[in-house]
């Protein structure tokens, strides 16, 4: 057996040593990206969630569970890897006892001839057999190469994975043969439990060079495939689990990330600010978090399975908006890493590599793949290892607005609009009351501190005050609020623009200054709690303001309306006979997890009959006008509101219903299109969860 001592170390040292270099070229190559310092700071002070976050999400396989039975079976091919750590320390400990002693009768001291430890050996060792079958039928019938863009497996780098696969069977079959030929010559530590490997000694020769051999073929395969691992995609192994600590919780949606340089928020008024910094325009420009990001994906496609853009023939795959970045650093690593050691570079050829843009025609992401991006959150919310696809393009979009002043021409109206007016369609500010005389009741109004007694500020929103259709969805919910005894108030002419517009298209600093303007308002108005109707004016007073000092108990009017019929102050008690599908708004739902309080007041309305759509709550379907696409226009490929509408149609529904004005304009128009060509009813409305609530609590009375 000392031979086989030496050539198995041997091995192992050159293996080790091979992936070792690669793992110090990896993190070398993290740490020039810039610093990311609230990372750290989160998962140090959060060690109960951080816990949790690897229980749930990387042991627990939660999202990969999802998905059955690719779910399933990556379950156990996980656990094999951890499970089989065991099988590892029995064979390096059988080289070595044989070495020493020439009987490789090695165990596990205290439970290494327990037969529950030999049975869960060989159990996840076949289970890990079972789920390599299933991967490989799942590629087979997802093939790119019959599917095309519909195969999530589009654009991932099929060769490298099937190597892996075909490397874990190696692994898996040479265990087998080394455990059963040890069986067989009486080395093997457990009498019973482990059921294959016994079953093979039974049958297998008694010999000693048959067991050295599987043993080193076993070690052999496995070492391959480490190196293997720290060179591909499979890279996730090790690094999913840390990306997973670092993600923003509880799940990288909520609010946007401040846009920080050197690991600090930006203070636009700071003299010393430069320009040039802000944003993301070169790969040297990405915070190590985000190289874990690119070293983490799997490539397994989720994100772009979900993705409207991608599922409506436009150029944005967020698994490839990654994996483009990642190519990109991976090329240019070697001169980012002698750059940041403070060696010059003056070959033409390098300097243009290494300030090659991120973004632009000949750049490393074309401008349609950024500018696609509703900001809807699908690929987050299906990414198994907390990729945050998001605050990637966010960054990258406020480079490019902010320092190159390139973006879609018709947002710049709407930028202006938002300077001059305070509002995306430049109107006046005095149009903001304009509703509250429609309704036969007072409404108050805030002119300096909030009226004695107020329990919410009832923030209208620009689309609520002053979108037609979002507007009956205002006098809706102020009507209940009224006739639940909510004592509510308005800013009315005082109420900006939340800023969201501005934050997603990449405008920062605008967004900074209708934030500010707006918490100086509340704060000094003495505002504790709010209610919005508009989901992005929710999610931006609730996740955005406070990172500026505008903290707030906010709810969404869903929320708030739902907790009113729970309590009877609202009684729904007209029957509304009618087929309603619910769109869920992606600022409310998969960004908020809003999911059950506009179900809940539908189905306390007597008579509403609910068919879900085929792609609902976290896995709903963008209505394309998140991340600023309210304001751009939609030329390539299918129109996200129209496939919505289809989606909707097939559900053969009276109503429509949702909980956002901007899903009731995009959803509005697309029906309104299907009604001119005849492909849906006239009668077929789009309404707000609160006007169907109105609607039968008013005709009770």
């Given amino acids: 057996m000392l ?18 270099r690669r793992v110090m070229f990896l993190f070398k190559l993290a740490t020039v990206g810039a610093p990311a310092p609230e990372r750290i700071e989160y998962a140090r002070t959060h060690v109960g969630d951080d816990i949790k976050a690897q229980l749930v999400e990387v042991f627990g396989q939660r999202k990969l569970l999802k998905w059955t039975p690719s779910g399933v079976a990556h379950f156990f091919v996980m656990w094999a890897f951890f499970i089989l750590l065991t099988v590892y320390i029995e064979a390096y400990g059988a080289i070595i006892q044989g070495a020493i002693t020439g009987t490789p009768d090695f165990h596990i001291p205290l439970i290494g001839t327990w037969g529950v430890l030999g049975f869960l050996q060989d159990f996840i060792a076949v289970a890990c057999l ?22 999530r497996f589009s654009g991932s780098h099929l060769g490298g994975a099937w190597l892996v696969l075909f490397m874990i069977f190696n692994i898996i079959w040479t265990l087998f043969l080394a455990r059963g030929a040890a069986a067989a010559n009486g080395n093997f530590p457990y009498s019973s439990g482990a059921f294959v490997s016994l079953a093979l000694g039974d049958v297998l020769p008694a010999s000693g060079l048959l067991e050295e051999i599987a043993l080193l073929l076993h070690i052999g395969f496995m070492l391959v495939f480490l190196v293997i691992v720290v060179n591909s995609k499979h890279l996730h192994i ?34 010393d600010l430069d320009p040039e910094r802000l944003g993301r325009g070169k790969i040297g420009d990405t915070t190590w978090k985000g190289f874990l990001d690119f070293y983490s994906c799997t490539e397994c496609g989720r994100c772009q399975s979900q993705c409207p853009a991608w599922n409506t023939d436009k150029p944005l795959s967020p698994k490839m908006l990654i994996l483009d970045q990642r190519d990109h650093a991976f090329k240019v690593a070697p001169y980012l890493l002698a750059a940041q050691a403070g060696v010059e570079h003056k070959d ?14 000949e750049g490393v992401i074309h401008p349609d793949v950024l500018w696609s991006c509703t900001n809807c959150g699908a690929c987050v919310e299906q990414c198994p290892v907390d990729i945050e696809h998001i605050d990637h393009i966010l960054d990258m979009r406020r480079y490019q607005v902010m320092v190159e002043s390139s973006f879609p021409s018709e947002a710049g109206v709407m930028v202006k609009n938002l300077e001059n007016k305070g509002n995306p369609w430049g109107m006046s500010e005095m149009k903001r009351a304009d509703w509250i005389e429609e309704l036969d009741f007072e409404v108050p109004m805030v002119e300096d501190k909030m009226p004695e007694d107020t329990e919410y500020l009832f923030w209208v929103g620009c689309a609520g005050a002053l979108e037609d259709r979002a507007k009956k969805t205002t006098k809706a919910v102020a009507e209940l609020l009224h006739i639940a005894g909510v004592k509510f108030a308005v800013l009315g002419p005082m109420e900006a623009c939340s800023g969201d517009p501005a934050r997603r298209l990449g405008m920062e600093y605008l967004f900074n200054m209708l934030a500010q303007q707006n918490i100086e308002t509340l704060n000094e108005a003495g505002v504790k709690k709010i209610v919005a109707t508009c989901p992005h004016c929710f999610n931006t007073l609730a996740n955005e303001y406070p990172q500026l000092g505008g903290t707030y108990e906010v709810v969404h009017h869903t929320q708030l309306l ?38 809940d007041i539908m189905a306390k309305v007597p008579g509403v ?8 709550k976290d896995r709903g379907f ?19 509101n129209t496939e919505r509408v289809d989606e909707a149609l097939t559900t053969n529904p009276d ?46 009375s």
């Fill in 3 to 20: 031979w086989v001592a030496i050539i198995g170390l041997v091995m192992t040292v050159a293996a080790v040593a091979v992936a070792g």
């Fill in 130 to 151: 079972l789920g390599l079958v299933a991967f490989a039928i799942i590629r087979v019938k997802n093939s790119p190469k019959t599917l095309g863009r519909r195969s």
């Fill in 238 to 271: 090790f690094t999913a689990p840390l990306n997973v600590l670092f993600s923003r919780r509880p799940d990288g949606l909520g609010g946007a990330p401040e846009m920080r340089v050197d690991g600090k928020p930006v203070d636009f008024e700071d003299e």
């Fill in 348 to 361: 033409t050829d390098v300097l243009a590599l290494l300030e090659k843009p991120l973004v632009g025609e």
């Fill in 562 to 599: 739902a907790k009113l019929v729970d309590e009877g102050l609202l009684t729904p008690i007209t029957p509304i006979e009618e087929k309603i599908t619910y769109h869920d708004p992606c600022f409310l739902g998969r960004h908020n997890k809003v999911y059950s309080q506009p179900r």
């Fill in 609 to 616: 009959q609910t068919q879900e759509m085929h792609r609902h």
């Fill in 622 to 640: 963008c209505c394309g006008a998140g991340g600023a696409r309210m304001w751009m226009e939609e030329r390539i490929g299918k129109r996200i």
């Fill in 655 to 700: 109503t429509v219903s949702t909980a956002c004005p901007f899903c009731m304009v995009m959803l509005g128009d697309a029906i309104n299109e299907k009604k001119n060509n005849g492909e849906a009813k006239e009668s077929l409305e789009v309404v707000d969860v609160a006007q169907l609530l109105i609607k039968s609590v008013k005709g009770a």
